[in-house]
Structure formats: structure tokens, C-alpha cells
């Protein structure tokens, strides 16, 4: 499922960007601004791009990946209304509220990136619409569930956890600076937020996550293991820097709990596992790719479409 969402954000960005105003800026260098027109076209023939097809590498026109994407997927709603199954926008709605539920900010992280709540309801258009179809005649009781969860505890239980921050710095006038902050009590995140040159983590306070005892390693995991929440660790070398990182919380071993969301992910684990036996989404698709009926319009991509209609993906 989630090679769609990511096919879809990227259509979505190609879209926005095709529908805009050709002569609206992207960005402005020296007075000089880049157009978005100009923009786009590069984009659909930028070189080295490509896709993973099994184990090669294979490289495609970002252009064209993007209309087999939009082809596929149009493919794929049509298909879903020929079998019955296309989502109803109850569905959609209901999907996305179970989704918001698991991860509060699921739709932020859309809007963040420029997508509106259409798109968002599009792409699970799409996954549900593939979803449907894998799942078609396939039910599964809440026994089922229950004895999947109880024949595969360990597979459930998360290990014991870090919950680390960290600092980076790569000046020993910055070095001298986080120690001065942190001896004067101030917040381990705040001077992260404020001093550290990590920029995957200092705009979230320095936040790493919750990190597994058993993937820490070497002088790291002696360091960590070592001290109790709220301490922090000397400093470490690393390869362009220095790192200092805070346990906020340590989490022991713990049985994930059964709940209505883990039922939701073990129902669905389950019904795709046995659909894909029942129900040949290959075949399926292959089958729609044949029978359509396309209307070519000239675009520098024709050749390579009618070859993926002809048998290809």
C-alpha cells in the first residue's frame, strides 16, 4: 500500500505545479526569478531519476513515471467500480479518522508539504480502492485476530527503550557554550533547539526517538545504558562533530495491548495475506491495461505509454 502514497505525493506535486500560473516564480536568484513553467518542464526530463524494479535500478523520465502513476491509478479506481468495491466518502472519511487517531498529525504532515485535504482524500481514494480489491471476499472474526496475537506475543512486545535527545556542535567555543547552558539548568531541548548543528533533530528539540537497548552499539550503548533519565552523556566524537545526548525517559520491555487499533492493523494484515492468494491484482490489472481505450495526445511520452499498455507495468 504504501508504494501508492508515495506514487500519489509525488503526482500531487507535479499536478500543483503543472496547474499553477507558468509564469508565477518558484524562486528568485539575483533578481532573476525561476518560473515554475520552466520548472515543470525540467522536471519531467530531469536525468538520473528512475524507479527500483525488483532488484535494478531502472531509469525513467520523471514525466513519464508520473503518467504511468496517473494511468495505473485512474486504472485502478475504474477497476474498483467495475468489481463494486470503489470506496464510498464515508469510507474515505471513516479511514482518515482511523488514521488521525493512530498518528494526530497524519493530516498536518500532508498540509505541511502544500497538499489540500482533496488530495489526502484522494490518495486513500487509492488505497482503499486497491485494498478493496485485494480483499474481495475475504472475512476475518475476532477469533481469528485474537489467536494471530496470542500465537505471535513476542512479535508484539517492544524491547527495552531509550528515549535520547541529542546535541551536535562542531566548534569548542559551541561546545563551551551547550555545557555553560545545560550547568545553568537550562533545558536539554531548548539548547538544542537553540545550538545544535543536527538540523535532522534540533527543530525538534533534539528529539532521536525511542531507541531499542539492542541498537545502540559500542561506546554509545556503554554511555547510555549507564545513566538514569534526566542525566546526559560526555561528549562523543563523531565524524564532522561532537555529540552529547540526554535520556529523557527509559521504557522497560512491554506486551503491546491488544486494543482496537492493533485489532485494526491484524485484521487488515490478514486480509490482504489471504486476498493476495484469492485475488490476482496482477492479472486484474493487466486485464484493465488491455481493454483500455487510449487516446494519445502527443505528449513526449506516447512511445514508452504504449509500451506499458502493450504488457508492460
Known amino acids: 500500500m504504501k508504494r501508492f502514497l508515495l506514487a500519489s505525493l509525488a503526482v500531487a506535486i507535479l499536478t500543483s505545479f503543472a496547474t499553477a500560473q507558468d509564469d508565477k516564480p518558484m524562486i528568485v536568484v539575483n533578481g532573476e526569478p525561476i518560473l515554475r513553467g520552466n520548472y515543470v518542464k525540467r522536471m519531467e526530463v530531469l536525468p538520473g531519476v528512475g524507479k527500483q524494479v525488483g532488484n535494478q535500478f531502472i531509469t525513467l523520465q520523471p514525466g513519464f513515471?508520473?503518467?504511468?502513476?496517473?494511468?495505473?491509478?485512474?486504472?485502478?479506481?475504474?477497476?474498483a467500480k467495475e468489481k463494486n468495491v470503489l470506496p464510498t466518502e464515508q469510507q474515505i472519511t471513516d479511514e482518515l479518522n482511523a488514521r488521525i487517531a493512530e498518528n494526530p498529525d497524519y493530516s498536518k504532515a500532508f498540509t505541511m508539504l502544500g497538499f489540500t485535504q482533496a488530495d489526502l482524500r484522494y490518495d486513500l481514494k487509492v488505497q482503499l480502492s486497491e485494498f478493496n480489491l485485494v480483499t474481495m471476499g475475504i472475512n476475518i472474526a475476532d477469533a481469528q485476530i485474537n489467536r494471530f496475537y496470542e500465537d505471535r506475543k513476542a512479535d508484539f512486545t517492544l524491547p527495552k527503550r531509550y528515549r535520547l535527545r541529542v546535541i551536535a556542535v562542531n566548534s569548542d567555543d559551541l561546545k563551551k557554550k551547550v555545557d555553560?547552558?545545560?550547568?545553568?539548568?537550562?533545558?536539554?531541548?531548548?539548547?538544542?533547539?537553540?545550538?545544535?548543528?543536527?538540523?535532522?533533530?534540533?527543530?525538534?528539540?533534539?528529539?532521536?526517538?525511542?531507541?531499542?537497548?539492542?541498537?545502540?552499539?559500542?561506546?554509545?550503548?556503554?554511555?547510555?545504558?549507564?545513566?538514569?533519565?534526566?542525566?546526559?552523556?560526555?561528549?562523543?566524537?563523531?565524524?564532522?562533530?561532537?555529540?552529547?545526548?540526554?535520556?529523557?525517559?527509559?521504557?522497560p520491555a512491554e506486551v503491546i495491548k491488544l486494543d482496537d487499533v492493533l485489532k485494526r492493523k491484524i485484521r487488515r494484515k490478514l486480509m490482504v495475506d489471504r486476498g493476495a492468494v484469492r485475488n490476482d491484482m496482477g492479472k486484474m490489472m493487466a486485464e484493465m491495461r488491455a481493454k483500455a481505450r487510449i487516446e494519445y495526445q502527443g505528449s513526449p511520452f506516447d512511445e514508452d505509454i504504449k509500451q506499458m499498455m502493450s504488457g508492460g507495468n
Not at 65 to 79: A, D, F, H, K, V
Open 65 to 79: 513515471i508520473t503518467l504511468q502513476t496517473l494511468i495505473n491509478e485512474m486504472l485502478m479506481l475504474q477497476l
Open 180 to 251: 555553560a547552558e545545560l550547568a545553568s539548568g537550562k533545558a536539554f531541548g531548548a539548547v538544542a533547539r537553540e545550538h545544535s548543528v543536527d538540523v535532522s533533530t534540533k527543530f525538534d528539540d533534539g528529539k532521536m526517538g525511542d531507541i531499542a537497548e539492542d541498537s545502540l552499539g559500542g561506546e554509545v550503548k556503554t554511555l547510555v545504558t549507564g545513566l538514569k533519565a534526566g542525566q546526559s552523556t560526555s561528549w562523543l566524537k563523531a565524524s564532522t562533530s561532537e555529540l552529547k545526548l540526554f535520556v529523557e525517559a527509559i521504557l
